[in-house]
């Protein structure tokens, strides 16, 4: 885990990293650790952006609070598990106005 921590230190608000950070301890048995992980990236985003980390890592947290089974399965890659996470994601509704600026008819 020294790698991860120290692409963590050299690149704090990359969330992937922060991410397979959480995974990793979570999955060597250090629930805690990781959790204080994602404390230290909560404050990171708050401090340098002022907003709260994205969905892959709030839901990796209330995976990691809830003890989902998934996390610690052999066969799943930390991208895949990411991945899942990621799968909240909301999307834009349809009848949500268009951001074009375009003045052309459509």
Known sequence: MPELE???AR???R???????????????????????YRR???AFL???????GVVLRELERAILVQDRSLTDATQSVG???????????????????LSTSTAPR
């Open 41 to 43: 990236a909560h404050d």
């Open 80 to 98: 895949s598990t990411l991945e899942r996470a990621a799968a909240f994601v909301p999307r834009t509704p349809a009848s949500a106005p268009s």
């Open 11 to 13: 690149h704090p608000l």
């Open 47 to 53: 401090d340098a952006l002022g907003l709260q980390p």
């Open 15 to 37: 969330e992937r990293f922060r991410a397979q950070l959480m995974l990793a301890l979570y999955r060597a048995g250090r629930q805690a650790d990781a959790l204080a992980a």
């Open 6 to 8: 120290e692409l963590v």
